[in-house]
């Protein structure tokens, strides 16, 4: 797929020193070299996996290497986005990569687009580039980043993370399987928890960013056996790998056009639900619940619906501890109903989504309740600073 004209491409004193270890790999060589030097790839996001991804990219002397991304780097990223800085806090992401790229090889062309991929943009994007690496998480864009892929014939290196758990192949390459043939439909929106809701080890990131690099370096020097037709499965807890195999659906949908993926992933009608449970739940705000604390009224009680870990982390003086999968699976509403005992009920959790799932639970029970707008996140940054945010 990649057939560049290498007579038109040539090393120069620094890329045979910079690349020395890759010249004297028989399989590399001038030419594996000149490949690479040659080659364009466009990330998909700067976040925990094409963090890795982008600086391996970037030292393995791949030419000219492409950025999509709109976010900023915050604290919370350091643990994981090893691209990024302290410096850089609050500053664009794609600005940090490029910066962080280019002190690692100075001769890369780093193209910047500080935007969300969209149906409107993402072939005038991804057109350009011999491949594509995928370093997103959310069901839209993946859905999106393949079908651009499968239009204009580009590989696609995909890669996702959660917990202690990541998972990696290749889609869409010498005619192996795409994303849709292992998720032919997207879950329901909420199913799956984002990493900010249930957390991720850092250098998981690490392990699957760098598979997904190892993948495009393949692909590019056209060398050894892909993970086209693979799914690579890594369990960092265990420390094992499993491999299952991927085929392409005969009976799959053509794709012929990109479409709107948020309304494909059910994303617009769970927010109108979300919105219309919401109305129907009463909501205070932090301010409100100081001063409810404050007046050391007692016929209320105080409810934390997040898990146990996070409650160590950071708590609101007076609330109790229910997690929202014992409501969920029954015995938390039992609990909630013996701790209530005849007083008025008060919910929060980190930014109030959980709450207000938690009520909507508790009030087919029949307990009414009120919702503490923004959580406990709301609270350290409105009331107490010294409560951690994380």
Known sequence: MLNPNLDEI?????????????????????????R?????????????????????????GIGRIGIVDFDIVDASNLQRQVIHGTSWVGKPKIESAKNRILEINPYCQVDLYETRLSSENAL?????YD?????????????????ACVLLNKPNVYGSIFRFEGQATVFNYEGGPNYRDLYPEPPPPGMVPSCAEGGVL?????????????????????KGTTLSGRL????????????????????????????DYEQFCGIPQAKAEEEKQQMEILEMTVQELKQLLDSNADDF???????????????????VLVPLPDIENGEGVTKVKEILNGHRLVVH????????????????????????????????????????QY
């Open 10 to 34: 040539q090393l120069t004193k620094d890329d045979y020193e910079r690349y020395s270890r890759h010249l004297i790999l028989p399989e590399v060589g001038v030419e594996g070299q000149k």
């Open 36 to 60: 690479l030097k040659a080659a364009s790839v466009l990330c998909i996001g700067t976040g925990g996996l094409g963090s890795p991804l982008l600086l391996y990219l970037a030292a393995a």
């Open 124 to 128: 005038d994007i991804i057109r350009p």
């Open 131 to 147: 491949i594509v690496v995928d370093g997103t998480d959310n069901f839209p864009t993946r859905y999106l980043v393949n079908d």
């Open 202 to 222: 850092g250098v998981l990131c690490g392990i699957i960013g760098t598979i997904q690099a190892t993948e495009t370096v393949k692909i590019i020097l056209g």
């Open 232 to 259: 690579l499965l890594y369990n960092a807890l265990e420390m094992t790998f499993r491999e299952l195999k991927l085929r392409p659906n005969p009976i799959r949908p053509v794709i012929e056009k990109l479409i």
């Open 301 to 319: 009680v105080l409810l934390d619906v997040r898990n146990p870990h996070e409650y160590e982390i950071a708590k609101i003086p007076g609330s």
């Open 349 to 388: 959790c980190k930014s109030g989504m959980r709450s207000a799932k938690a009520l909507g639970i508790l009030k087919q029970a029949g307990i009414d309740g009120t919702n503490v707008k923004g959580g406990i996140l709301a609270w350290s940054k409105e009331i107490d600073p010294s409560v951690p």
